[in-house]
């Protein structure tokens, strides 16, 4: 960790913005309010320019290997501020920031933190550019270097070439092409398209990949998507009545993809894909963070309906899932006062206490009002022996409803969140389930 001394810069930038430039005489303490740029940069390629087409000119301004996303720094007073990461219609408020001046090299640094997920950005700032890494902190040295431009609004390009077609609407697809079928995995891709912007998603059985924003350019299309747990890089082409591509996430793993028009394309029901083995009933012993003993069943639990949840700490499906409890909670005080909900966390933290650390704050930040309760290491292996009466668990997060009578009536993988077409029928569909439980 960098050490960082309190001080601030009085600076005027010149931000570039769009085709043109736009002066900006405002004073302000430390980094450049308004919109900025960020890349995260997989690799780095030196791409020869022999030919000035579209994707040559493109690629003066993102190249392969590049995942854009935009920020908003917002100042609350003359010396504090925070970021917002921007993905489509999802803003993402980052309070947590460190300030001040390296010693060692005499620059403006900043950390910028992603508390529920134990990662930050590092930046060293010159007016207003910036250039650092993001850096996860529970895996083993995860480092991708990092820089941004502030008065950048375009997150691809600023081109406007005319897409050949409107991607909007659903795609199935198939991940993994290069692989044998028995690796590969089916999707749903969900899009929303205005000219050259697209928005959208893509579904599968076991959650989905949040907000993903990006352009469509002639045949070729880009989306982006970082949240502080993943960097997603989506890259394709129009071929026919088809979609090829390229899927990167973070700079270890890509894979190609394809996806076509098919209305009778299907995933399998969420709640169909995990079940309790036939004269198996849930049952724990757990401690939380705070030293309490949880066992179930017992007395605490009797004549409630049990919401038992699968998840980590570094998986956005389950926040998404966390923040869906926490907000039914607080929308239905009737239905929840007859209701018992535990999420047991399978975390990357190999040492117990600091899983234990983490997740208190965890919990404190999220605001949940349920105890969230350290139960393995954050493999799918460790979440079955946990929970034997599975006959599996192929998904970060999976839910177990239980009825009055501690028997099971659902069991839901996966998580459709609010990036995706589903998340309003879901939250239907759940409180129908409470209200018939209760």
């Not at 003993?293 to 956005?316: H, N, R």
Request: net charge neutral; aromatic share 14%; hydrophobic share 40%.
């Amino acid at each position: 960790m960098h050490k960082l001394l309190t001080g601030s810069l009085l600076a005027a930038i010149v931000l570039l913005v769009f085709n043109h430039c736009v002066i900006a005489d405002t004073e302000f303490s430390k980094v450049a309010p308004g919109m900025w740029r960020g890349v995260l940069e997989l690799e780095h390629f030196s791409i020869p320019v022999n030919k000035k087409d579209t994707v040559m000119i493109l690629y003066d301004q993102f190249k392969p290997g590049e995942l854009p996303f935009n920020f908003e720094v917002k100042y609350t007073d003359q010396d504090n501020f925070y970021l917002e990461i921007i993905n489509g219609s999802q803003r993402i408020r980052l309070d947590s920031v460190q300030y001040g001046r390296d010693r060692t090299t005499a620059r403006d640094t900043m950390n910028v933190w992603f508390p529920e997920y134990a990662s930050y950005l590092h930046a060293e700032i010159r007016g207003g550019v910036m250039q650092g890494e993001w850096i996860v902190t529970t895996k083993n040295n995860y480092r991708i270097p990092f820089y941004a431009h502030a008065g950048r609004g375009y997150r691809f390009t600023n081109l406007a070439e005319t897409p050949i077609k409107d991607l909007s609407g659903q795609w199935p697809a198939i991940f993994s092409v290069e692989k044998e079928a028995k690796d590969q995995s089916k999707a749903i891709a969900e899009f929303r398209q205005q000219g050259n912007h697209i928005e959208g998603t893509f579904r599968t059985e076991t959650g989905d990949y949040g907000f993903l924003e990006g352009t469509v350019q002639g045949r070729k299309f880009w989306l982006s998507g970082f949240d502080g747990a993943h960097a997603f890089l989506f890259s394709g082409s129009m071929q026919g009545d088809s979609l090829q591509g390229e899927f990167r996430s973070g700079h270890l793993y890509r894979t190609l993809w394809t996806a076509w028009k098919d209305d009778g394309f299907q995933l399998g029901a969420a709640d169909t894909l995990t079940r309790v083995k036939t004269g198996q009933n849930i049952q724990f012993s757990v401690a939380t963070p705070e030293g309490k003993q949880l066992t179930f069943p017992s007395p605490e639990f009797d004549g409630k309906i049990k919401v038992f949840t699968v998840m980590g700490t570094w998986c956005p499906n389950c926040r998404d899932e966390q923040i869906f409890l926490r907000d039914f909670i607080k929308e239905n005080p009737e239905l929840a006062r007859n209701m018992e909900i535990v999420a047991f966390s399978f975390e990357r933290h190999s040492d117990v206490a600091k899983a234990n650390t983490h997740l208190q704050r965890y919990k404190q930040k999220m605001q949940l009002p349920f105890p969230v309760v350290y139960a393995g290491n954050a493999s799918k292996d460790d979440a079955a022996k946990f929970f034997p009466a599975l006959n599996h668990v192929m998904a970060f997060p999976t839910m177990m409803i239980l009825d009055r009578n501690n028997q099971v009536v659902q069991v839901h993988t996966g998580f459709d969140g609010p990036a995706t077409s589903k998340y309003a029928s879901f939250k239907e569909e759940f409180k129908t389930l409470v209200q018939r439980l209760q």
